[in-house]
T-cell receptor, first 116, second 115 residues
Framework: DTAVSQTPKYLVTQMGNDKSIKCEQN?????MYWYKQDSKKFLKIMFS???????INETVPNRFSPKSPDKAHLNLHINSLELGDSAVYFC???????????????FGPGTRLTVT | AQTVTQSQPEMSVQEAETVTLSCTYD???????LFWYKQPPSRQMILVIR??????QNATENRFSVNFQKAAKSFSLKISDSQLGDAAMYFC????????????FGPGTSLSVIP
């Protein structure tokens, strides 16, 4: 069983379009994240949700809007896509620190977004 | 602000040899967690090893071990008996105890394994 899944794995779209990436985790974790990995492999956190509540909102254009319908899902919607949005987007989840001592992050397979 | 530095953008090792990847971090916290993640060409992020700052004993997972020097804020990863499958990007990561949702990743080290 896949612990953290993302769909789609590849997304090619044109500038100006709106697209969504979906993420689901079956680990029972309370916290979920979105990361952006640029062409130089640098990983930067975008958002973090804990029990459906937004915890972290880094300096991200407001064209990016996360939505968490329940604690097992965290979707990312991107409006008016730009060339610079091309990257790999990773979803991750982790335990709340109250659930245990180890709360490393479990990552999804990533979504490679290409904006043309 | 907390930062994580990996000073070696690229490294290579001969198959069956040992290699050490460096990581330093900057924090004013006393309790925190450190991780090494591996990202092979498949791009899946895989946890390799973790260390709690309050533990003096260095973590070990099979061929992977760390050298954790809390005073020096250093957290290096040693890979013994390197295998071709170890070729990947390796990321060092820091997570403070007080802010469980903020994980900071280093820029990564690309490891090549030479057969």
């Amino acid at each position: 069983d896949t612990a953290v899944s993302q769909t789609p794995k590849y997304l090619v779209t044109q500038m100006g379009n709106d697209k969504s990436i979906k993420c689901e985790q079956n680990l029972g974790h309370d916290t979920m994240y979105w990361y952006k990995q640029d062409s130089k492999k640098f990983l930067k956190i975008m958002f973090s949700y804990n029990n459906k509540e937004l915890i972290i909102n880094e300096t991200v254009p407001n064209r990016f809007s996360p939505k968490s319908p329940d604690k097992a899902h965290l979707n990312l919607h991107i409006n008016s896509l730009e060339l610079g949005d091309s990257a790999v987007y990773f979803c991750a989840s982790s335990q709340d620190k109250r659930q245990g001592n180890f709360y490393e992050q479990y990552f999804g397979p990533g979504t490679r977004l290409t904006v043309t | 602000a907390q930062t994580v530095t990996q000073s070696q953008p690229e490294m290579s090792v001969q198959e069956a040899e040992t290699v050490t990847l460096s990581c330093t971090y900057d924090t004013s916290e006393s309790d925190y967690y450190l991780f090494w993640y591996k990202q092979p060409p498949s791009r899946q992020m895989i946890l390799v090893i973790r260390q709690e700052a309050y533990k003096q004993q260095n973590a070990t997972e099979n061929r992977f071990s760390v050298n954790f020097q809390k005073a020096a804020k250093s957290f290096s990863l040693k890979i013994s008996d390197s295998q071709l499958g170890d070729a990947a990007m390796y990321f060092c990561a820091y997570r403070p105890e007080t802010s469980y949702d903020k994980v900071i990743f280093g820029p990564g080290t690309s490891l090549s394994v030479i057969p």
